[in-house]
């Protein structure tokens, strides 16, 4: 049986934004994906969040060489000491159920599909005729019904969209194409091999290297996003950025016993990961565990609880979601879960919007 507010929501997009195709289960998406909650946080916490990354963002500038990243999310959870940086992503999903639920819910009315037209407009040097939503394997990805809400809001802005997979796309010296010939202009890239180092992404990569706008790319994603980036910024001589991010560890360039001595304060993952793969909590790790930090880039973060918010008597555990532009603040919203992390597989859980409050 379909939830009541899933229900709700779905009709409810359905009358109201019909350019984004049929939106529901037929396209993989599931009512653990959209929470009925609304988070609320104070103004003064909003403006640090946006504040913080812009800051973030402008430590990290260089001269422009690539395609800025579209939907750069900075997460973060909100400590009793203030907010606190997860991660970054230069291939954040989620944006367009964040702005639905918050139109659903009456707590934003911004443009926002016009935001996103004008970020891609933006990076292709010429009127886009053709965009490519690429992925592996799209068809099994969870966000695959997302690959399907874009292909129709791109549709419905006169853009011929496709969604393939990297495997299936060929260089041709002058063009990318896919199988049916037609040269694509702009590349959306949701593939997680993010310094194209793989066979999949070897056309992708020769059309980076040619100047096609592939958004993003590894150049961006080494800039911003690559957890080893994390030490670095933290070590900035920039009260705002400490604040944020307190002292994060290489791991693999530290002392194996220190580190094992302090590991019950510290929180784990790989330098690449994405999606809370293979990430620990320094207390819950075996000796084994610990070991096999060492076979690849591992860093450790200081351990700090996600925040947590009461709904109908359950206790659902969150983080916050900026997604920005140029580190410009554009949207901003939440994940609800239960469990060590974010899983999107929680009953009343999934992508939130958020409430300012003063």
């Known amino acids: ?60 500038r260089t001269t422009p060489t690539s ?19 997860i991660e970054v992503n230069t291939n954040a999903a989620g944006a367009l159920l964040v702005q639905l639920l918050s139109e ?84 959306y890239n949701r593939f997680c091999d993010f310094y194209l180092e793989t066979d999949r992404g070897s056309a992708l990569k020769s059309a980076l290297a040619a100047g096609l706008p592939v958004t ?6 080494e800039r911003i996003a690559d957890k080893l980036k994390l030490v670095k910024l933290a070590q900035l001589p920039n009260p705002e950025i ?41 207390e819950r790790i075996s000796k084994k565990v610990f070991e096999s930090f060492w076979e690849g880039d591992t860093i450790a973060q200081p351990y700090f609880p996600a925040g947590t918010i009461t709904r109908d008597g359950i206790e659902y555990k969150y983080d916050i979601r900026v997604y920005t532009f140029e580190g410009k603040f554009q949207l901003m919203g939440a994940r609800l879960f239960q469990g060590q992390l974010t899983n999107f597989q929680t009953p009343g859980g999934g992508f939130a919007p958020v409430k300012i409050i003063d």
């Open 1 to 60: 049986m379909t939830p009541p507010f899933f229900d709700s929501f779905l009709t409810w997009v359905h009358t109201h934004h019909p350019e984004l195709g049929p939106v529901g289960p037929d396209i993989g998406l599931s009512d653990v994906m959209v929470s009925p909650h609304v988070v609320q946080i104070r103004r003064k916490i909003v403006n640090q969040l946006t504040s913080g990354c812009q800051a973030i963002f402008d430590a990290t």
């Open 67 to 85: 395609t800025p990243s579209v939907f750069t999310s900075f997460d973060f959870y909100i400590t009793p000491d203030g907010p606190r940086v």
């Open 104 to 187: 659903f819910h009456g707590v934003s009315h911004s443009d926002y599909f016009s935001a996103i037209r004008d970020m891609f407009a933006s990076i292709s040097a010429r009127p886009i005729r053709r965009i490519a939503i690429v992925d592996e394997t799209p068809d099994l990805q969870k966000t695959r019904f997302e690959f399907a809400m874009f292909q129709s809001l791109f549709q419905s802005w006169g853009w011929d969209a496709i969604i393939v997979d990297p495997a299936n796309l060929q260089w041709t010296g002058t063009s990318l194409v896919p199988p049916d010939g037609v040269p694509i202009d702009v590349v």
């Open 216 to 221: 993003p790319n590894p150049d961006e994603y």
């Open 242 to 282: 400490q604040s944020l991010i307190p002292p994060v560890i290489h791991v693999n360039q530290s002392d194996p016993d220190d580190i094992w001595a302090r590991r019950k304060s510290l929180f784990f993952k790989p330098a690449r990961s994405f999606g809370s793969k293979a990430a620990y909590k320094g």
